[in-house]
């Protein structure tokens, strides 16, 4: 027989259970999700022209493909815990998909629901796949957050939206895993902002990394109690918050709910976002802002990032890399920093929209010559 690995990596539950509302000898509903790579943007860097380091933590790199894994794990090994029979969740599609997949191994029920007609086909391939019960739903994203809230409320089912506490206990994981990459605390983290509990999650998680400087709003640390490794090896530095929105998707830009949100970037297409207070409270408390863009700004980010460093990211994940740029030109971050941006989720969940601004493919005899001749005429 094999020997294990003495050091194989089983997900993100078992690497920092101790930091994490999960008992001891509770199994992780895990799919070896988190450890995500965190990439240079070399080439970004050099088209800036400015004195920053760039980063990109690529979440895209989960089991389903987007950080949804993270705050999953930490749900459905709760939900099993508890004895639970099945999970729900409304969503714009990467957490249909991650509940899905997590309910299959778990051997819960899953419903999701989505906006009929408005979520990226890989995602709803993924919740589809995965056995997940799909419920349509005939209105916005926060039209069926309302109606999952009310589910919630008598038991049920388990509501495995970042409305549970144990998602962004999860998802606050990231931001322990860029410490430990870097070896310290980035100067500014830039974050797409949709239902806001990623941004949230974040601040939680550098927060417990400075036992100095918790945050008193988001109760940060219930968890750590001091027992956090950090606390001798780092200073108490945490990160300016940056939360980017999609200008047609921008409540926090207008200060209020905004009813019709519209925006090619259909994961962050939200307009009452849940985590309204945890993430005002992590951009202000750390001297952070919120900034929108453009669908142009963030298509055309997409497609940089996809040509010029081999990162396929889909529409919403690019405008963390769009917001960063725009702010170091503008002197906003200023040179010297080190910036990391979080992006979200893979490319391959919504290729429609990226291929829709790409070339057709060249139609080709099957000959040398043919073939020559184009790359012939391509080559520079
Ligand atoms: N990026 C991607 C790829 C997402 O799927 C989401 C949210 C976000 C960013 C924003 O994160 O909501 O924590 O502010 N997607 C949710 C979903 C709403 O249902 O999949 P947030």
New binding site residues.
Partial sequence: MKARAANRYTGLVDKYRDRLPIGQDTAAVTLCEGDTPLVRLDRVERELGRDVKLYAKLEGQNPTG?F?DRGMTVAVTRAVEEGARAVVC???????ASAAAYAARAGLTAFVLVPADKVAPGKLAQAMVHGAVVLAVAGS?DDAMAVVKTLGEDGTVTVVN?ISPFRLQGQKTVAFEVIEELGRTPDYHCV????????AAHWIGYSECCPGRRSRVTGACAFCQGRCPYATRLTDERPVMVGYQAAGAAPFLRGHPVKQPETVAS??R?GD?Q?WDFAWSAVKESGGWFEELTDEDLLATQRLLATREGIFC?P??AISVAGAMRDVRSGRIPEGSIVVCTV??HGLKDPESAVRQCPEPIAVEASEDAVRAVILDRIR
């Fill in positions: 987007s949804k409304a969503s714009t599609g990467n957490t249909a994203f970042s797409p902002v949709g239902n806001a509990g990623n941004i994961a962050i939200i976002p985590s889909e919403a994940s979200t989720g």
